[in-house]
């Protein structure tokens, strides 16, 4: 296992960073895969609880995109610790580079003992997340706990490369660790009456009815999907997979695109934090095939 190199792409702007009506940009080395993106707070009565990671990095002859949202509830704590501490913890697994899935499953529920040990200083808030690794633009590997999605644009029709985690569809996993699952207060179901996810990072005083496992998927990039999404619900609560990939594909610049995204999130009366990663890969089918030869493994 390789140390992950200090050194962050010249072509990322400074993009893991608090975020509050945030926008910013970046692309990696080459040129070809470009990512853009917007964070605006909600309606609510609270701070903004949406973090976000967006950045290009090298370690050992790899370049890999690292992209993420997370959002919070109860607090900012969760996600802004997740910000500073999932990807490392990834990256530092032993046996990432030979079983990806189950390292990534390994530091995600790893990271979660360690926000639980520090509950009295990070509180009993939690959050959801979805992060995604590109490596060399080759390979995909996405994982989410929680209501954050990501989905590709695959020749233009939308895929969902993750998994929302809520209460009613694991309602027996959390009636089988003694917990519930009701409608009341409010008008969705919810853990406990309380959380409206069945997995999340945190949530002390819920954790023994909830799972932070996450579902992982992998996908090789070729020249059939041209945009990754990331987001959090405040986008997905108003807006079907489908028609977020075609506003993304009306523009090349993916700040742009990120940018609409959000807009129209909030036109459709979004209350929530919505934060969204727009990544643009512009893969000609003869780079990809030569790329592709000098691809290692995963």
Known sequence: MGILCCFESSFSKVVASRSSSNTGKGKNH????????????????????????????????????????????????????LQKHLFSNILKEEELWDNPAASISKAYQSTDQEILSHSSDLGHGGSTAVTAILINGQRLWIANVGDSRAVLSRQG??????????????????????????????????????????????????????????????????????????????????????????????????????????????KRDSKDDISCIVVICQMEKKRYENESLKLLCW
């Open 30 to 81: 080459k040129g070809s895969i470009k990512y853009g993106f917007t964070l605006v707070k909600g309606r609510g009565n609270h701070p903004m609880e949406d973090y976000h990671v967006a950045k290009f990095v090298q370690m050992q002859e790899k370049e890999l995109g690292l992209f993420a949202i997370y959002d919070g509830h109860r607090g900012d704590t969760v996600p802004s610790y």
């Open 157 to 266: 029709q939308a895929v969902q490369m993750t998994t929302d985690h809520e209460p009613n569809t694991e309602r027996g996993i959390i009636e089988n660790k003694g917990g519930f699952v009701s409608n009341m207060p409010g008008d969705v179901p919810r853990v406990n009456g309380q959380l409206a996810v069945s997995r999340a990072f945190g949530d002390k005083s819920l954790k023994s009815h909830l799972r932070s496992d996450p579902d992982v998927q992998t996908t090789d990039v070729d020249v059939d999907i041209d945009i990754l999404i990331l987001a959090s619900d405040g986008l997905w609560k108003v807006m079907p997979n489908q028609e977020a990939v075609d506003i993304a594909r009306r523009t090349r610049d993916p700040l742009k695109a990120a940018k609409q995204l959000t807009a129209e999130a909030l």
